[in-house]
C-alpha cells in the first residue's frame, strides 16, 4: 500500500498559488518526500524532493513540516499547463521498491 | 539527450497472445521499474530490477514476466495469463543509490481484445 494520503481532486484558480497537501504521518527517518505529476496520457515528471528542509526549484516549493508527518507541495503562480495528477511518494535512500497512490488531480480554472 | 524509450506508443493484440513492450535507457541508471495504470487510477508496481540478471515482483507481478539482461533494457512481457491486459504501462529508471528520481518513459498504450 502507498505510505501517503492525498485529496483525489483540488482546483485553483489560474495565476494563483497552489497547494497541494501529503499526509506521510508512518514517515522514518531515512525516507524522503518525492512529488511528480502526470498530464494525460504521459509518463510522470519529476518536480521536487526533499528529507527535513524546505526545498525551491524553478518548478515548485516543497514544505515539510518540522515532524515530518506531512508536506505541501506549492506552485506559485499557477497556469492552465499545470493541470494535472499530482503523485507524492516518499522512498528511503536506497529503497527498491516505490510504490505511488492514486494522486491529487488539480484542476486549474481560467 | 539521455532518457528512457518505451515502445510502441500503441500496442493491439488479440486476447490469448504473448505480447512483449521494450523499455530501453541510455542513462546509466541502476534500477529499473515498470508499472500499470488504468483510467483514472494510480500506478501500480509490476516488477522491479535493481542489478542485472536480478528483478523481483511488485504488487501486481501475476500473468506477467520480466528480463534484465542489460543494464539499459528491461523487456515486460504480458502474458496470456494476465487476465485484464488493457491498461497504460509505464516504464521508469533511477540510480540505485543515492537519492535521485525516477524518470519515466511515455508509456505504452496496450489494447487486448
Known amino acids: 500500500d502507498a505510505k501517503t494520503t492525498q485529496p483525489t481532486s483540488m482546483d485553483c484558480a489560474e495565476g494563483r498559488a497552489a497547494n497541494l497537501p501529503c499526509n506521510h504521518s508512518?514517515?522514518?527517518?531515512?525516507?524522503?518526500v518525492y512529488w511528480y505529476r502526470q498530464i494525460h496520457s504521459q509518463g510522470p515528471q519529476y518536480i521536487i524532493h526533499?528529507?527535513?528542509n524546505n526545498e525551491t526549484n524553478e518548478m515548485a516549493s516543497l514544505i515539510i513540516t518540522e515532524d515530518r508527518k506531512s508536506s505541501t507541495l506549492i506552485l506559485p503562480h499557477a497556469t492552465l499547463r499545470d493541470t494535472a495528477v499530482y503523485y507524492c511518494i516518499v522512498r528511503v535512500y536506497r529503497d527498491d521498491k516505490i510504490i505511488f497512490g492514486k494522486g491529487t488531480r488539480l484542476h486549474i480554472l481560467p | 539527450d539521455g532518457g528512457i524509450t518505451q515502445s510502441p506508443k500503441y500496442l493491439f493484440r488479440k486476447e490469448g497472445q504473448n505480447v512483449t513492450l521494450s523499455c530501453e535507457q541510455n542513462l546509466n541508471h541502476d534500477a529499473m521499474y515498470w508499472y500499470r495504470q488504468d483510467p483514472g487510477q494510480g500506478l501500480r508496481l509490476i516488477y522491479y530490477?535493481?542489478?542485472?540478471?536480478?528483478?523481483q515482483k511488485g504488487d501486481i507481478a501475476e500473468g506477467y514476466s520480466v528480463s534484465r539482461e542489460k543494464k539499459e533494457s528491461f523487456p515486460l512481457t504480458v502474458t496470456s495469463a494476465q487476465k485484464n491486459p488493457t491498461a497504460f504501462y509505464l516504464c521508469?529508471?533511477?540510480?540505485?543509490?543515492?537519492?535521485?528520481?525516477?524518470?519515466f518513459g511515455n508509456g505504452t498504450r496496450l489494447t487486448v481484445t
Open positions: 521508469a529508471s533511477t540510480h540505485g543509490t543515492g537519492n535521485s528520481p525516477l524518470h
Open positions: 526533499g528529507l527535513k
Open positions: 508512518t514517515i522514518s527517518g531515512n525516507e524522503y
Open positions: 530490477s535493481q542489478i542485472v540478471n536480478d528483478f
